[in-house]
Antibody, heavy 121, light 107 residues
């Protein structure tokens, strides 16, 4: 059974750096074609993809946010960490991590419950 | 950058067929997935590889993809299908991309 859970601060101040952790179970990032991605959703708005990492450490970022994002994995802990710098109130959103499968297609088949991050002074 | 366009909203009566479109340049050349998100919940994968359903997804959900448009079809729409629906594709220039979402109202 694949599960993912996001953790991190619920409130950050403008200009600060946000660090979120995705702890997963039921799969290995070492499996070919498997990755973990981060997606966010501002209140009442659409999903926005942020970043993706594979077991071979290949990393991919949203072009519009690339300069602010860093994704990394800790295979021994089954964790993926997302760092976003220079947080702004417009970054207030629910942040999801999800299991990504890239075999004959490209999709997120398992999602965490999400964590709401509010950016406010 | 690559973009996917969906209608913001759609209303259908119970029992009718709901058709949600997702358009993008040469989208038919890419694999498209669809997600359902009920209020307050995480997205759920409905369709992957254009027309395949994960286990547990009802047969009334189907997908197609050709030309510049992918389509999610919900046959015999039920009240429980009221939700937001998002298409998603992968493009070599922008990697993962989501559509803007379509809110389906069943009334």
């Amino acid at each position: 059974q694949i599960t993912l859970k996001e953790s991190g601060p619920t409130l950050v101040k403008p200009t600060q750096t946000l660090t979120l952790t995705c702890t997963f179970s039921g799969f290995s990032l070492s499996t070919s074609g498997v990755g973990v991605g981060w997606i966010r959703q501002p209140p009442g708005k659409a999903l926005e993809w942020l970043a993706l990492i594979y077991g071979n450490d290949n990393k991919y970022y949203s072009p519009s946010l690339k300069s602010r994002l860093t994704i990394a994995k800790d295979t021994s802990k089954n964790q993926v960490v997302l760092t976003m710098t220079k947080m702004d109130p417009v970054d207030t959103a629910t942040y999801y991590c999800a299991h990504w499968y890239r075999v004959g297609g490209y999709y997120f088949d398992y999602w965490g419950l999400g964590t709401l991050v509010t950016v406010s002074s | 950058s690559y973009e996917l366009t969906q209608p913001p909203s759609l209303s259908v009566s119970p029992g009718q067929t709901a058709t949600i479109s997702c358009s993008g340049d040469k989208l038919g050349d890419k694999y498209t997935s669809w997600y359902q998100q009920r209020p307050g919940q995480s997205p759920v994968l409905l369709i992957y590889n254009d027309n395949r359903r994960p286990s547990g997804i009802p047969e009334r959900f189907s997908g197609s993809n050709s030309g510049n448009t992918a389509t999610l079809t919900i046959s015999g729409t039920q009240a429980m299908d009221e939700a937001a629906y998002y298409c998603q594709a992968w493009d070599i220039s922008t990697d993962v991309v989501f559509g803007g979402g379509t809110t389906l109202t069943v009334l």
